[in-house]
Every structure is written in structure tokens, then in C-alpha cells.
């Protein structure tokens, strides 16, 4: 009989504070450094069965590599992060730490991929070494399923991303580390920056011989020191801006198309400099960029879209270091400098059309958007004024309606 220990969530998160100002990665010097680590909010094992009547959510141990019979096993893992570490962090160093129960001593490689699918966990939990398993219960992820059992996978056995992102030689019992890599970092920058994308990583082994499975401890076992842990170290930014505005062909009066925007905080002194500048992908409420090159004072700003005309706050903003703030240009006219936007469906819209991203609108982009509607261009083109992957006669309509007003950037 197992006996098991409650999972507390307050003690799965412990938190390691670095105490000096500046610290060196790879050979760059950051200040305003933190340290998190963390042990999983979910764990799992696929076990291959084309029903998914197999799982082990609260189960000592997860597997990877092959059984004895030639059935393939896989480790899911998740991490709750977005609470514990601050927005507009930025991520420098990722290292997950796994401790081997039992297996054989010989070596395998144990390859770490990002999931695309959120799964579960149910209550499952399977007897003896666990390997293969138990009855499926509720909520469970199974080799068929993300939710036992009418939450199905995109792809059976985990719908996960090609890349890897860090791999590990791992042979008898004992602790293996995997990270810190480049895709590692980029996977859980991505986490932090958007809940919607903290899907866990999957854990593969040897699928091609018999008797390859590498056997882990869970968060689930009745040794905490056993856990698996991921050590995150991370920077604060300098200042946080949300800003919210909309793009006159994306916008449809409800939503708007989402696109990448580029936010930069200038000097509010001739020649108005960039002191800083980040990338975000937004949409009609707007999205969050952030700064780690600033210093207090006070800066306009400046939004760039691929073909929209670059737009300027009406004044200078008021930056402190350490804090964040929120702008919106699309409720008047006027947050915009020399009132340069348009006014569609009842909010204020950067004007569209700048297909050559000159700062006017003019004959030049009409032209270059009219021979593209007569090749049928589509994608992801500066000429679609719309966002609709295609470019037709509604973007060429915007660009010849703003050249005939004479549309171009307003600026100090």
C-alpha cells in the first residue's frame, strides 16, 4: 500500500532571491536579477493506447523510452509561472532538474519538446513500479487524450513542437539536468509573457528499442527531494507601458485583427532620440511592452505598424523607472500628436495605407498595392491594408482615400 503525501502548492514554490546587484551570463552583465525555483503544477505519463483508457496522474512516477512488450511511454510536465515572476520579465537561464528512480544503467537520450495543447491530470494512480499504468479516470491526459476522455489530442501520443528544445544523456538512478539552452529560455519566456502558452514540455526517449524506458519521480511521491524542479533566473525591467490602439483596416467596430506592433520611447528633446524599443503582438485592447534600457524622465511615444503611418503621443509621458503605465490613443483624437488619426466606427484609428512606410501616403503606395491586387497577392504583405491575408480592392480603396487627403506622419 502507497502511502501519499498531500501536494501543497505554497511548498512546491520556493523562491531564491540572487543577493548581489550584477551577475554575468554567458559573458553579458545584468543588474536587477532574480531567481525562482519551481516544482510542477502537473505530471503525467502517455501511455501508447489508441483508446486512452491508460494514465497515472497521481502517480510516484512518469515514464519515457519504450516497454519491454514495445509500447511507447511519455513524460508531460507543467509549470505554473506567470503568478511567481513578474510581467515584462525578461528570462536569462532555464534548468529543469529530474531525479531517475530505477532503470537500467545503460544510457539514453531524453529529448525535452514544447507542448502545443494544454492537458490534464486526474486522480489516477497506478500500483507496483507503475509502468504501465492504470484506468483512466477524469481529467487525465492519455496517450488519445488531452482530458479523459472527450478532450482529444491534435495528434495521438501529445501534439508537441519538432524542435528540441534540450536533451539529456540519462542512465541509472540519480539527478539529470536538462538546460539551460537557448529554446529552453525562448519556451519559458513565452510562458511568463503569455498564460495561454504555458503548456508544459513532453519528454521523449529511445521509441525504437524494447526495454528503453527511463523511469522519474513525480511531484506526486512521498519525497519532496525527489521533485522535479525547474530554476528560472530571470531580469526586471526598467518600465512597463501598456498601450492600446487600433489600425484603421483591422479594424472592424468589435475587434481588430491582430498584428505586431513596434513601440519606441523617444527623447522629448530635438533630435527626439530612441532611448528604447520593443515589439508586441496586439490586438483591439491593446498589449503590453516592455523596456529595459530606461531611464526616468520624460519621453514620446512612437508606434510603427508594417503599414500604417507612424504615430506620436500628443505629449511627452511621464517615465519613472520600476513602474508601469497605460496609454490609449484609440479614445480621442487628440492622444495622438497634431490629432493624426481617423475616427472609424466610433474609435480613433492610426490611418493605413503606408505600404512603403515612408510617412505619406501617396501615389507611390497606391500603385504598389494596385499591382498587387492585380497579381493576387496574399500572405502576410505589406500590401494588405486589411489584415486579411489578401490583397483585393478594400486596401487598395483605404490607401487611395488617405492619399487624396494628403495622409502623413505628425511629429515634433
Not at 503525467?44 to 494514465?55: A, H, I, K, R
Not at 510536465?77 to 537561464?93: N, T
Not at 544510457?107 to 491530470?121: A, D, P, V, Y
Not at 524542435?163 to 540519480?174: C, D, L, P, R
Request: one cysteine or more; charged letters at 20%.
Amino acid at each position: 500500500m502507497k502511502i501519499k503525501l498531500q501536494f501543497n502548492k505554497a511548498a512546491a514554490i520556493k523562491l531564491l532571491l540572487i543577493t548581489s546587484l550584477v551577475i554575468i551570463i554567458n559573458g553579458h552583465s545584468y543588474s536587477q536579477i532574480d531567481s525562482i525555483k519551481v516544482q510542477p503544477t502537473g505530471d503525467n505519463t502517455l501511455y501508447e493506447d489508441v483508446n486512452g483508457l491508460l494514465s497515472n496522474g497521481k502517480g510516484d512516477y512518469m515514464f519515457s523510452g519504450k516497454s519491454p512488450s514495445g509500447l511507447l511511454r511519455r513524460s508531460v510536465i507543467s509549470f505554473q509561472l506567470i503568478e511567481f515572476i513578474p510581467p515584462c520579465s525578461k528570462i536569462l537561464s532555464v534548468r529543469l532538474k529530474i531525479r531517475v528512480s530505477g532503470s537500467a544503467a545503460v544510457s539514453k537520450t531524453i529529448q525535452l519538446r514544447k507542448l502545443n495543447e494544454f492537458w490534464g491530470e486526474g486522480n489516477s494512480d497506478a500500483p507496483g513500479t507503475e509502468e504501465n499504468g492504470t484506468l483512466s479516470l477524469s481529467f487525465d491526459a492519455t496517450w488519445k487524450h488531452r482530458y479523459f476522455s472527450s478532450t482529444a489530442w491534435l495528434t495521438t501520443g501529445g501534439s508537441y513542437s519538432g524542435i528540441v528544445s534540450a536533451s539529456a544523456n540519462v542512465s541509472g538512478t540519480g539527478f539529470y539536468t536538462w538546460g539551460s539552452t537557448a529554446a529552453m529560455v525562448s519556451d519559458v519566456q513565452s510562458w511568463v509573457n503569455d498564460q495561454s502558452e504555458a503548456k508544459g514540455w513532453i519528454l521523449t526517449g529511445d521509441e525504437i528499442n524494447n526495454s528503453s524506458v527511463k523511469r522519474f519521480n513525480t511531484k506526486d511521491g512521498d519525497t519532496a527531494s525527489f521533485y522535479p524542479e525547474l530554476t528560472v533566473v530571470y531580469e526586471l525591467n526598467d518600465y512597463s507601458l501598456y498601450l492600446a490602439n487600433l489600425i484603421e483596416g483591422f479594424w472592424d467596430g468589435t475587434t481588430m485583427i491582430e498584428d505586431t506592433m513596434k513601440v519606441s520611447l523617444r527623447s522629448s528633446v530635438s533630435p527626439y532620440a530612441v532611448a528604447d524599443s520593443d515589439k508586441a503582438f496586439a490586438g483591439q485592447y491593446g498589449a503590453r511592452y516592455c523596456f529595459y534600457n530606461i531611464t526616468t524622465g520624460d519621453y514620446y511615444i512612437s508606434v510603427n505598424h508594417r503599414n500604417s503611418i507612424e504615430t506620436w503621443s500628443k505629449y511627452p509621458i511621464n517615465v519613472q523607472t520600476g513602474s508601469s503605465d497605460y496609454y490609449n490613443f484609440s479614445d480621442s483624437a487628440s492622444k495622438a500628436y497634431g490629432d493624426n488619426q481617423v475616427l472609424k466606427l466610433g474609435s480613433y484609428c492610426f490611418y493605413g495605407g503606408d505600404q512603403n512606410q515612408d510617412d505619406n501616403i501617396d501615389v507611390t503606395d497606391v500603385v504598389n498595392i494596385f499591382n498587387d491586387v492585380n497579381n493576387f497577392v496574399s500572405g502576410y504583405v505589406s500590401s494588405d491594408v486589411t489584415g486579411d491575408d489578401f490583397v483585393d480592392s478594400a486596401d487598395l480603396l483605404i490607401a487611395f482615400n488617405n492619399a487624396n487627403n494628403f495622409v502623413s506622419i505628425a511629429r515634433p
